[in-house]
Every structure is written in structure tokens, then in C-alpha cells.
């Protein structure tokens, strides 16, 4: 596979199985029950349903799944080198994918996995169950709410514990990866919040019982002792396709309305230290708060805006205001984004690779302006005044091998690739 066709293939339109019937849910309900048995104790969760708009091809664009991946782990770089390794979890999957021509679905590709070697595998499947989860939740969102604006996952762990984790729980026992957040429709001034828990596997056996933990994982956090709603996501990505799979365990929404007050607050404040325990509880300002400066500092890191990224950051976890800022622009048909470019020499050839990302310049403009009400009208006109952004992206061949694929999310995040 070209470097060209390899971009190519990031930037087709493809097809995604996803599972989400009654008979899905039931099983994993009974399996998460299994799990309860076993250590009794484990947070539970009484109702898990069919995930809504998930029972269903969908159908994408895989650079819109690792713009999702970029932006959902922007903070989890050594700030120092971040401008290089950030950009690992993307050019690591070109290559990866290919599409079935009879049905133009989405696979990984076999020779390419030979290469990869079983070792990394699991790896890739963790990263890609992190970004198409992602995606899938977006969908569920917008199918329960068509007139949401931007949604964002935020790291959770982030948010609570400052992405501070020495002892990791295992198999399952832990609270989950992601908040959900996308601003309320009857009510502009507040967010929504819902939890997401992404896993990624080889084989469909897994997915079940992943689905089931995650489950669990889903219950082990609480807002004042009221679970949230939430949605659990296995990608399954092997040489025979991608599927997705998801369930919904049934919960009331739970809304908050931020003030500078609050943010402010919490930002002065250190995050909580982890316990070993299979449920934490949380005041909702704590998490929510949190929550929210840990997003618009993580979309300031991804386009490059990085003394923007500092002041949003709590105060003991600034990552340095003296490295370069963003000063790479796009005018895509959507309008003009400011943000990073890497170029890449291609060992051999007179080729170039280009990855850009970057945000949407007003988006950007807020973020460096430090208000958050700025931010999330930004990012509502970008949402709202394009047709679905997040859904968004556009691939461009020219002549001989040039290729370019680019996707954009409804938070007025862009990521592209090129070659030239």
C-alpha cells in the first residue's frame, strides 16, 4: 500500500457494523450479573437497554475516528516532546485499514497485521476502540437529542485525579474513561453530562464480557450518590471488519450549569488521590468543573494553543506557557482553523506527509480569551451552522499520488492529512 492510497483509505466514506439489539443487552446484563456473583460488592447496574442509533451499519470516515482519538488523549503527552509524539496515534494507523470493495466495508489490513505482530495488536485495539467508541457515542447523542450541538469526551481520570494513576485497577474494577458533555437542549446555559466507557478487542468472543465490565466500570462512579447515564462500547477490528458494539445502562440525565466561580475554584484545587476501591462518589461541582477546564485545555493542546492550554489547566499541572504557539492556518470549506502542521519526509521518495490539527479560529480565539461562555458559543455557531460536522470529511485525489483526507468534530476541532 502507497503512502497515497494509505490516506486514501482515511478519507473514504466506509461502512462500520454496529450491534445493539435487546438480545445484546440482555446478554451482557447476565454476564455483568456473573461478575457480581464472583465479587460481590462490584458496582451494578440494575437496567442496561439497547444503546439508541447504535443498532445499525454506520457509516464514516476512518480519519474521523483518529481525530477523535487525538483530541479524547491531547494531555496524555510529556508537554515537552508533545509536539512529536502527539501526532503517534495517528500515523501509526495509516496503513491499517482497508475497505472490502463488494460491500465498502471497513477492515483492518491483513498484510499490514502481519507486520504489527499479535504483541501490538492489543494495543491497536485499545486505541481503536478508544477513537470508533468515541464516534459511537456521538452517534447515541445525537440520536437521542438531533438537535445537540458539540459533544466532547473528556478524560475522566483527568478531570479527578489530574491523570495521576500509580495503581491502575485491573480487570475492570475502576470508574470509567470518559465524560460525555454537549450543552443541554432546553437549556443553553447548562451541559450535559454522561459517562462512556470505551474497550477494543480481536475477537467478538470478548466483546461480551468486555461490555460487561465496562458496565460495571459505568456504575463505580457516582454524583452525590446518582449514577449518571452512560454508554459502554466494544470495537471489535480484526482482517474480517470493524464492528462496534454497545448498551445503555438506563439512568436519568443529569445536567449542570457552569460559572466562573466554580471553575475558578476548582482549578485552584488538587486532584483527588486514588483508592482502591470499586466505587468513588463525587460532589457534582467537583466533577463537573473539573471536567470542563480539563476539556477546553485539552482542545487549546490539540490546535497548539499552548499558553491557552496552561490557564485553563489547575495551577499545579500548568505544562508550560514558553513552548512555541500554533502558527499554521487552513480555509477548508468550513472556514479557518488555526493550529500545528508536521511535515514528513518519506525515507526514499520526493514525497511529503502533512498532518494538520488545529480548532475553528473563533473557537480558538475564545480559548485564548479564557472565557468559557466565549467557548461554548463558538463552537455552538460552528456546530450549528454546518451540516454535521462531526460527521464531516472530505478526501481530495489529484494527479499521480496525491491524496488528502481531512475530518472535522462539532467542537470546531479539524484534523487533516496530506501528501504531496
Not at 448498551?247 to 476548582?266: G, K
Request: with cysteine; proline share 5%.
Amino acid at each position: 500500500m502507497t503512502l497515497a492510497d494509505a490516506i486514501r483509505t482515511m478519507g473514504t466514506t466506509v461502512r462500520v457494523e454496529g450491534q445493539s439489539g435487546p438480545e445484546l443487552a440482555a446478554e451482557v446484563a447476565t454476564l455483568q450479573g456473573d461478575l457480581v456473583l464472583a465479587k460481590p460488592g462490584l458496582p451494578y447496574k440494575g437496567s442496561v437497554i439497547a444503546a439508541q442509533g447504535l443498532d445499525r451499519d454506520l457509516f464514516l470516515r476512518p480519519i474521523a475516528a483518529m481525530l477523535e482519538l487525538a483530541r479524547g488523549t491531547a494531555l496524555n503527552d510529556d508537554p515537552e516532546i508533545s509536539a512529536v509524539t502527539r501526532r503517534w496515534s495517528v500515523l501509526r494507523h495509516l496503513g491499517v485499514f482497508a475497505i472490502k470493495p463488494t460491500t465498502r466495508a471497513l477492515l483492518l489490513d491483513g498484510a499490514a497485521l502481519q507486520f504489527i505482530g499479535p504483541n501490538q495488536r492489543r494495543v491497536l485495539s485499545e486505541e481503536l476502540g478508544i477513537g470508533f467508541g468515541i464516534v459511537a457515542a456521538k452517534e447515541w447523542c445525537r440520536s437521542r437529542n438531533p438537535a445537540v450541538g458539540p459533544i466532547t469526551a473528556i478524560d475522566v481520570d483527568r478531570a479527578l485525579y489530574r491523570g495521576q494513576v500509580p495503581n491502575l485497577q485491573r480487570n475492570g474494577e475502576r470508574q470509567p474513561d470518559y465524560l460525555l458533555s454537549y450543552p443541554n437542549p432546553t437549556n443553553p446555559s447548562a451541559k450535559v453530562f454522561e459517562l462512556l466507557e470505551t474497550k477494543g478487542t480481536v475477537n467478538h468472543s470478548n466483546a461480551k464480557a468486555q461490555l460487561a465490565r465496562a458496565v460495571t466500570q459505568l456504575a463505580g462512579l457516582t454524583v452525590n450518590g446518582r449514577a449518571l447515564t452512560g454508554l459502554a462500547v466494544s470495537t471489535v477490528s480484526n482482517s474480517s471488519g470493524i464492528t462496534v458494539l454497545a448498551v445503555d445502562p438506563e439512568e436519568d440525565p443529569m445536567t449542570w450549569e457552569p460559572s466562573a466561580e466554580e471553575l475558578t475554584y476548582w482549578r485552584g484545587r488538587e486532584g483527588r488521590k486514588r483508592e482502591d476501591v470499586l466505587k468513588v462518589d463525587v460532589d457534582p461541582n467537583e466533577l463537573f468543573a473539573s471536567a470542563t477546564n480539563v476539556d477546553r485545555a485539552a482542545q487549546a493542546e490539540f490546535s497548539g494553543q499552548y499558553d491557552a492550554s496552561s490557564r485553563w489547566l489547575p495551577k499545579h499541572e500548568r505544562r508550560g506557557s514558553d513552548r512555541q504557539p500554533a502558527i499554521a492556518q487552513r480555509v477548508t470549506d468550513l472556514g479557518k482553523f488555526v493550529g500545528i502542521e508536521v511535515v514528513i519526509e518519506a525515507t526514499g521518495s520526493d514525497q511529503r506527509l502533512r498532518l494538520f490539527q488545529g480548532v475553528e479560529i473563533h473557537v480558538a480565539e475564545e480559548l485564548r480569551g479564557f472565557d468559557e461562555v466565549g467557548v461554548t458559543q463558538a463552537q455552538e455557531s460552528f456546530a450549528r451552522t454546518k451540516l454535521e460536522p462531526s460527521q464531516r470529511a472530505t478526501v481530495a485525489a489529484g494527479v499521480d499520488d496525491a491524496a488528502q483526507a481531512v475530518a472535522y468534530s462539532s467542537d470546531g476541532s479539524i484534523l487533516e492529512l496530506s501528501v504531496d
